[in-house]
């Protein structure tokens, strides 16, 4: 059974920095790994960064130049960097991978369970 645990998530204050990590397991293949979020005051979920097996990044126009993505692909591993932290950056981050639990199963979204962010002003 493919699970991602999400760690990192905090309560801090405008302008500082955490870092989410998510492990992935059960999992055979990894192709894109990413972050979503789902602020308290919208309705959808936002992408906020992916990253793809070869390392090609995506970045909400929003987070630019403040958040960075990577991954580890020996642990299964996807991280964000996030800096300069704003109030409105304020959500539950989930971790997002797609790939195959088998080697004989196409490509499926997986998610972790979420990990909440509140940045105070």
């Known amino acids: 059974q493919v699970q991602l645990v999400e760690s990192g998530g905090d309560f801090v204050q405008a302008v500082g920095s955490l870092r989410l990590s998510c492990a992935a397991s059960?999992?055979?293949?990894?192709?894109?790994m990413g972050w979503y979020r789902k602020a308290p005051w919208k309705q959808q979920l936002e992408l906020v960064a992916t990253i793809s097996s070869g390392g090609s990044t995506v970045y909400a126009d929003s987070v630019k130049g403040r958040f960075s993505i990577s991954r580890d692909n020996a642990k299964k591993a996807v991280y964000l960097q996030m800096n300069s932290l704003k109030p409105e950056d304020t959500a539950v981050y989930y971790c997002?991978?797609?790939?195959?639990?088998?080697?004989?199963?196409?490509?499926?979204?997986?998610w972790g369970q979420g990990t909440q962010v509140t940045v105070s002003s």
């Open positions: 997002n991978v797609v790939g195959s639990a088998t080697i004989i199963t196409r490509n499926s979204d997986y």
């Open positions: 059960g999992i055979f293949s990894i192709n894109v």
